[in-house]
């Protein structure tokens, strides 16, 4: 019987998981849209292979950054900096793996949504934050182009 009730708490765990991940992609979700409720922002996703690429976003619109992490050793990526105040974090969010146990590595996500037209460095750092700097042990960077939201033409407009 004790078996039978682990069973059941690791299938409702994973299902928390699994709703606890469907909220996240909902809270960082662009909130602007057409009148006909069409989405007019988008979330850019980026990963370690990413690193060092140039990304082009419009106001509004939400780059997510995916990088593999094992809070239990202490390393946490954080913003390192963002030259800037056209990029801001909006959620920064640890997602253990599917099959991970206690102490078993996951990802971290971090997500900055675009206020502003400019050009930004976006660096972000793996460290233990209580040792400073002399801790990174790896670094992840991204150039940023965010440009201003043109207005579309509507339906209207066209004859």
Do not use: C, H
Not at 98 to 115: I, Q
Not at 143 to 148: A, H, L, M, S, Y
């Amino acid at each position: 019987m004790p078996l039978e009730r682990l069973r059941v708490a690791v299938a409702v765990g994973a299902g928390a998981l699994a709703v606890s991940a469907l909220l996240a992609v909902t809270r960082i979700a662009p909130a602007d849209t057409d009148a006909d409720g069409t989405p007019t922002a988008a979330v850019r996703a980026l990963t370690r292979a990413d690193s060092g690429s140039s990304v082009q976003l419009r106001v509004g619109d939400v780059v997510a950054v995916r990088l593999a992490e094992n809070p239990s050793t202490g390393f946490v990526w954080s913003t390192d900096s963002t030259s800037g105040d056209a990029l801001r974090l909006v959620e920064s969010e640890y997602l253990p793996a599917a099959d991970g146990g206690v102490g078993g590595a996951g990802e971290r996500s971090l997500s900055f949504r675009a206020v502003a037209a400019g050009n930004v460095e976006l660096r972000l750092k793996l460290w233990r934050q209580w040792q400073g700097d002399k801790s990174v042990v790896d670094r992840f960077g991204a150039t940023v182009r965010i440009v201003r939201r043109t207005p579309q033409a509507s339906n209207d407009d066209k004859s």
